[in-house]
């Protein structure tokens, strides 16, 4: 079996990033892990750096490929702005945090994805809103409409679909090099989860991975999807206006929860997707309510509705609300979520009705302008 110093004695012949130094010695090989035969090797590179690297990146990825035992090799650059650096372009302020990480420049690009009808976002301003469990939750209720559906998670900094929908093997590849999504409850799901292990902090050390994600994007075999749905990262920074602008998306669902708080950040979410002219589909409110399990009574334990007023305030859709709900959270953990799990569960339902809603919008022709909305 081949070792990591086979990977680096094939690497030799590669030049890096400044075209002249191989690229074991370059200092920009930012992690290698070898599962079962496949190689995933990541690349750091400037942004300056990250436009003119592709041929670098493919080079790599052929030596790989060429020693003796070696299934398949998925190469990717990862590139980190300076924390000095102006952004590429103003992104609404507050979000998580994840403000200071750029894209690599031109490392991406924004037609959409061949054989890939429509690419759909599921977005939020800010993490732990129930993002995750809606992306699965709105795949599999669009699968059981009976479109072809994929699930893209991108959210690198804490892939959850993998957990979402108990999959903990990895993906094939095919003779190409192309990996391929897992399917599972009707839904070809791709997640950086199956690729890097748990504790590969390495290879995302706070990184912008925007020609990474380009790759789970456009180096999968999807094959022909009706939808892809994109599990975004939380938060409103570079890196989720980057992904809006470049992944030539349909059409953005914003998630939050009824409190105050959620809803500024909502609201940071759609200023964002209008600023990209990304059609919003509507905000959805996830723990909207609070339905006991025991007496199946309805609690507004926040102040109920708050996303349906903000929805109509700012003049897009209203997708919903789902009921915070243990049995959502442990169907979610067991792997196996609600709308797999009983599609005819109450807490099902308005999975199911957003799962209809996203069709219809989908299939509406897209609007001319996106409403302005300036948020202080
Ligand atoms: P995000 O993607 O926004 O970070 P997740 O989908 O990972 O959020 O959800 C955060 C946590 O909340 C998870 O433990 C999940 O199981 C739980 N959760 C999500 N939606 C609900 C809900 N409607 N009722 C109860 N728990 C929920």
């Known amino acids: 079996m081949f070792t990591n ?32 035969g496949k190689v995933f090797l990541s690349i750091a590179v400037t942004p300056e750096q990250a436009p003119h690297c592709q ?12 020693i003796s035992g070696v299934k398949g090799a998925v190469v990717v650059l990862t590139s980190e702005r300076a924390p000095d650096s ?36 599921v977005a939020s301003g800010k993490g732990g809103v ?40 990895r993906p094939d590849m095919e ?5 391929k999504p897992i399917e599972k409850f009707g839904v070809k799901v791709m997640s950086i989860g199956f690729l890097v292990p748990d504790d590969a ?41 980057t992904m809006a602008q470049n992944v030539g998306l349909a059409g953005a669902v914003i998630v939050s929860t009824p409190q105050d708080l959620a809803l500024i950040d909502a609201r940071r979410g759609i200023a964002m997707f209008n600023q990209v002219h990304v059609p919003i589909y509507g905000l959805f409110e996830n723990m909207s309510y609070f339905l006991c399990p025991h007496c199946g009574e309805r609690t507004d334990i926040f102040a109920h509705g708050g996303a349906r007023a903000e929805a109509e305030k700012m003049g897009v859709p209203f ?13 979610s953990d067991a792997g196996l979520p609600v709308v797999a799990k009983d599609p005819d569960a109450p807490q ?12 219809d919008a989908m299939n509406q022709a897209p609007a001319k302008k996106a409403p302005r909305i300036a948020v202080e």
């Open 5 to 36: 110093d086979d990977i680096l004695a094939a690497l030799a012949k590669v030049p890096g990033p400044d075209g002249r130094t191989p690229l074991p010695q370059s200092g920009a090989i930012s992690g290698i892990s070898i599962r079962e």
């Open 130 to 169: 129930g993002k995750s469990t809606t992306s699965a939750n709105l795949a599999i209720g669009l699968a059981r409409l009976g479109m072809k559906v994929g699930l893209l998670d991108a959210d690198l900094f804490g892939p959850s679909q993998p957990r979402l929908f108990g999959i903990s093997g």
């Open 175 to 179: 003779e190409g090099g192309a990996l």
């Open 348 to 359: 099902a339902k308005p999975y199911l009705v957003l799962a209809e809603k996203v069709r």
């Open 201 to 241: 902090a390495i290879v995302w050390r706070g990184p912008m991975v925007m020609s990474a994600l380009t790759q789970l994007l456009r180096d999968v075999a999807w094959g022909e999807l009706d939808v892809l749905v994109v599990d975004m990262p939380p938060g409103t920074g570079d890196t989720q206006l």
């Open 86 to 121: 102006a952004p590429q372009q103003a992104a609404p302020k507050g979000g998580n945090g994840q403000g200071a990480h750029g894209a690599p420049h031109g490392a991406t690009h924004g037609a959409g994805v061949e054989g890939i009808k429509k690419i759909v976002a």
């Open 55 to 66: 041929p670098m990146r493919q080079a790599a990825e052929t030596a790989v490929k060429a």
């Open 319 to 331: 997708l919903g609300e789902a009921p915070l709900d243990a049995s959502v959270r442990e169907t």
